[in-house]
């Protein structure tokens, strides 16, 4: 199983960025999954989540700017990022609470490789 995010990139403040993340693999279903981001110098930080059933959690910090959606069938997370700020600067990184068909019964946390987020002022 692997977990494959894009669309990080340079953005100037104030503007959009969409990013992506792809699971790929033979699974049987996926919990939730979510966005996360580290900062240089900083610890990882949950930016938002979103359950099996759809519902979104946000830190508060970014509940008005970003949203995260999800498709199930093709196994996708997104977040939609908007008015950036130079301090939303970061490594972005994908999470996957993963059931494999052998062990449906646990739950795996995957990661993607993280893609990297710079806003400029």
């Known amino acids: 199983v692997q977990l494959q995010a894009s669309g990080g990139g340079l953005v100037q403040a104030g503007g959009s960025l969409i990013l992506s993340c792809a699971v790929s693999?033979?699974?049987?279903?996926?919990?939730?999954m979510g966005w996360y981001r580290q900062a240089p110098g900083k610890q990882r930080e949950l930016v938002a989540l979103?359950?099996?059933?759809?519902?979104?959690h946000y830190i508060d910090t970014f509940k008005r700017r970003f949203t995260i959606s999800r498709d199930n069938a093709k196994k996708t997370v997104t977040l939609q990022m908007n008015s950036l700020k130079p301090e939303d600067t970061a490594v972005y990184y994908c999470?996957?609470?993963?059931?494999?068909?052998?062990?449906?019964?646990?739950?795996?946390?995957?990661w993607g490789q993280g893609t990297l987020v710079t806003v400029s002022s």
């Open positions: 979103i359950t099996s059933g759809g519902i979104a």
């Open positions: 999470n996957a609470e993963i059931r494999h068909i052998s062990q449906v019964r646990s739950v795996i946390e995957y």
């Open positions: 693999g033979s699974i049987f279903s996926i919990d939730d």
